[in-house]
């Protein structure tokens, strides 16, 4: 089984900071991760496919990296709509495994 | 613009059957275009893959759930749906119903077209 590795668990960071998630696999699973957004009581969202390629529709402040087993996220500008709860999920034909989360508090 | 939508009991007893249905509207299942897949979220923990479908039949199960896990179609009605038998209280979660884009077989992307989910318990 492969198994995601997310830190930190939690996040706290003021309005327009720079913000990373990072996030390991536990094997080399290429380039084919995403990340989600998730707000209380809500489905995730999706941001980022295959590592780096931005959503439709998804503010260009989110930015994806990496490959192999490391994975980054970056929020350029921290927004007060960015707290949220951040997963990143590798994804094959096989297998569709979550890290255990991320929660971005807004200061 | 496609919408999903899950139903399902909210209230299941221990050793029991939980049968949920995902009603879709604004595609069709049987579009070859897509994966249609089943997860479900435990409070306080990251989602987890149960289980997907397409071309109307052709399945894959997450391997720790397969033996407690179907999938069927109702191509009439737009919806597919999932059993899992022998619920415990393990089972308890938010279930959701999803879409993912089909690239000629290959997994190119995940899952971009959620339900808004369907709570379970199992008591």
């Known amino acids: 089984d492969i198994q995601m590795t997310q830190s930190p668990s939690t996040l706290s960071a003021s309005v327009g900071d720079r913000v990373t998630i990072t996030c390991r696999a536990s094997q080399n699973i290429y380039n084919w991760l995403a990340w989600y957004q998730q707000k209380p009581g809500k489905a995730p969202k999706v941001l980022i496919y295959k590592a780096s390629n931005l959503e439709s529709g998804v503010p260009s402040r989110f930015s994806g990296s990496g490959s192999g087993t490391e994975f980054s996220l970056t929020i350029s500008s921290l927004q007060p709509d960015d707290s949220a709860t951040y997963y990143c999920q590798q994804y094959n034909a096989y297998s569709f495994a979550f890290g255990q989360g991320t929660k971005l508090e807004i200061k | 613009q496609v919408q999903l939508q899950e139903s399902g009991p909210g209230l299941v007893r221990p050793s029991e059957t939980l049968s949920l249905t995902c009603s879709v509207s604004?595609?069709?299942?049987?579009?070859?275009?897509?994966?249609w897949g089943w997860f479900r979220q435990a409070p306080g923990k990251e989602p987890e893959w149960l289980a997907y479908m397409y071309n109307s039949g052709k399945i894959n199960f997450n391997p720790s759930l397969r033996s407690r896990t179907t999938i069927s179609v109702d191509t009439a009605k737009n919806q597919f749906s999932l059993n899992l038998f022998s619920v415990t209280a393990a089972d308890t979660a938010v279930y959701f119903c999803a879409r993912a884009p089909r690239y000629s077989g290959a997994w190119e992307r995940s899952f971009d077209i959620w339900g808004q989910g369907t709570t379970v318990a199992v008591s």
């Open positions: 604004g595609d069709s299942i049987t579009s070859s275009s897509y994966y």
